[in-house]
């Protein structure tokens, strides 16, 4: 089994993710994950696939995406990885005035302490920035603790910022 | 409940966006007696009146700092039970229940929506203005929904500090 990541980036139309699932089922991959997005009204996919096709075949067959140049697409092998839980999952949200150094020094603080961020959303909305993040917190952090400082550099920033622990209810 | 005062005319006042910071500062407490108080309860009523689809609009999104709301569902075709156009003043939420995920908007927030999660029954505390009146109400469904986005906006809290997961920002695509 080869298991291939995949993106699609370009100007967005209708019919992108059907072409390229399309050519996918073909070659025989299985799409194992995949996120798609629009942003800045730019078509943003990824995939992981699983299948015997290898990279090139599978970025060769694609290429009808990429022709007229409108779109880019990459293909690579990686490895199989497995998917741990690490710690607690939080929920870190920021928005405020749009200025540079938002992401790069909130998440500073989030790293200084080990934590990793598993899903992750910007948007700038006029004057609005918003930053959502999925935040894995290893069981030694000190979640009281991240959130001061969190406080601390967003109020440095001008932002609002908050960090909840993610609840998850079970039907 | 009784509509807000009639004596008093409604004055249509600007709505604030975010990142404005009178949105993310907690409202005073105020007295529901007071005159300006009472032009400021007519004020969000003639405001929330004239802008579409527009179901509650708290104090802070017209640059007051203060514990003020109304709410109007009674239009909103997601409304099942309601209690007309009101206005509370320093309200508090006594009990809530059976939370159900939606996605919501806000006027503060015009470009975009977010999926939270919220109580579905619920009980609220708070003030009639002119009066002072204590009134406590019981709210469901969508009713109580804008019940608790007024609530946060009268303690500084948007949408943006209430959704469930990263992904559960949208761009809005309706304009209700
Ligand atoms: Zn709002």
Redesign the interface.
């Known amino acids: 089994m080869t298991f291939l990541a995949i993106t699609v980036l370009g100007h967005d139309r209708p019919g992108i993710i059907a072409e390229t699932t399309g050519v996918l089922a073909q070659l025989g991959l299985n799409i194992e994950d995949s996120t798609m997005t629009?942003l800045r009204g730019h078509f943003a996919m990824m995939l992981i696939t699983g299948g015997s096709a290898d990279a090139t075949t599978v970025e060769e067959s694609l290429g009808a995406l990429t022709a007229d140049g409108s779109l880019s697409v990459s293909v690579r092998e990686v490895p199989a990885e497995q998917v741990v839980a690490r710690g607690t999952a939080y929920?870190l949200?920021v928005?405020?005035?749009d200025r540079p150094g938002i992401v790069s020094t909130v998440i500073a603080e989030v790293a200084k302490v080990g934590g990793n961020i598993?899903?992750?959303?910007t948007?700038l909305?006029?004057?609005?920035?918003?930053l959502?993040?999925?935040v894995d917190l290893p069981p030694a952090a000190d979640p009281a603790a991240l959130e001061s400082a969190l406080g601390e550099v967003a109020g440095g920033l001008?932002?609002?910022v908050?960090l909840r622990a993610?609840e998850s209810?079970d039907l | 409940m009784s509509e807000p005062s009639s004596e008093v005319v409604g004055r249509i006042l600007p709505v604030v966006?975010?990142?404005d910071?009178v949105l993310?500062r907690p409202g005073a407490t105020v007295d529901p007696t007071a005159p300006e108080i009472v032009q400021l309860a007519a004020d969000l009523v003639a405001t929330m009146r004239v802008s579409p689809g527009c179901v509650g609009l708290a104090a802070p999104q017209v640059g007051v700092s203060a514990k003020v709301f109304c709410v109007d569902v009674s239009e909103h075709p997601k409304t099942r039970g309601h209690h007309g156009t009101f206005v509370l003043c320093n309200a508090e939420v006594v009990s809530a229940s059976r939370?159900e995920k939606a996605r919501e908007g806000c006027m503060s927030?015009?470009?975009?929506t977010g999926d939270v999660k919220r109580a579905s029954r619920l009980v609220v505390r708070g003030q009639e203005p002119g009066t002072g009146a204590e009134v406590v109400i019981e709210a469901e469904a969508f009713e109580a929904r804008a019940l608790q986005h007024e609530i946060d906006h009268c303690d500084g809290l948007?949408f943006?500090?209430r959704?469930?997961?990263?992904?559960?920002?949208h761009?809005r695509k309706t304009y209700l």
């Open positions: 629009l929920l949200s928005h405020g005035g598993t899903d992750l959303t948007r909305a006029g004057e609005l920035y918003v959502l993040a999925e001008g932002v609002e908050s993610l209810d | 966006r975010a990142p910071p993310s939370n927030v015009p470009d975009l948007l943006l500090d959704v469930v997961g990263a992904h559960a920002l761009a």
